[in-house]
């Protein structure tokens, strides 16, 4: 049996959850969670004690996290946006951010929470600048965020013996800042934006702190950009 610590992360098979991944595997075996099972194989085969976890995260049941006996990590990056002004953005919309970003993350961590307690473990919650400020087209997942953010806080009071980060990161340059770039109706410009292995580093930072130390939130922006 490994002596490593277990990280489960999700959203690992690209963006900000895949960076995450590789900045934990030098030190933890990591769950590799996602639904694109060739990316998750992928980077399975490159990270040494990793291994992939095919989920769609808003069917999660205990039959999926069955044999996790103990867990030292949980990072929830998956995560999605549907921008659009209120006006036109049907229940639907509504209904798939809340799925995956809110109901998805409570169940897994309800799932998960024996195997965290045996632990002492440490739950990550990917937020967005989202979760502090609502701005317009974005209603329904800033929603999503603030939600997201009101979870993060109860589980660290209702779970004393875990630790809990909430990592408020602004734009990213994934496939989701592509996606919004498009919406917006201007050009993807990387360099403008945090790279997800910055964003991994200072989630990183909240998770090697030291067993003393609990780093509750955590807001990154890329520099010389807005940093509200
Ligand atoms: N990018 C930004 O500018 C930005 C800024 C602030 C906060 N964030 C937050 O950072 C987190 C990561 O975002 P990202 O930019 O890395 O996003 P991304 O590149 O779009 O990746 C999304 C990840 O979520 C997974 N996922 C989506 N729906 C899923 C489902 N139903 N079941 C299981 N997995 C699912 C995807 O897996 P598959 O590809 O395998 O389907 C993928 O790994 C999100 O919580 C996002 O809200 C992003």
Known sequence: ??????????????GVGAAVARALAPTHDVILGGRDERA???????????RPWPVELTRVTAAD?????????LVHSAGMSRLGRIADQPAD?????????????????????????????????????????????????AASKFALRAFADALRLEEPELRVTTVYPGRTATDMQREVRAYEGGAFEPEK???????????????????DAHLTELTVRPRGGPVN
Request: proline share 6%; with cysteine.
């Open 93 to 141: 919309a509504w209904r798939q951010t809340m799925e995956l970003n809110v109901i998805a993350v409570a169940e897994l961590t309800r799932l998960l929470l024996p195997a965290l307690r045996r632990a002492g473990g440490h739950v990550v919650c990917v937020n967005s600048g989202s979760g502090q400020r609502a701005n317009p087209h974005w209603a329904s997942y």
């Open 193 to 211: 934006y945090l790279e997800p292995e910055t964003v991994a580093r200072a989630l990183l930072a909240a998770v090697m702190a030291g067993p």
């Open 1 to 14: 049996m490994s002596e490593r610590p277990t990280a489960l992360v999700t959203g690992a098979s690209r």
């Open 65 to 73: 996290v069955a044999g996790v006996e103990r867990l030292d990590v």
């Open 40 to 50: 998750l194989a992928a980077l399975a085969a490159d990270l040494p004690g990793a």
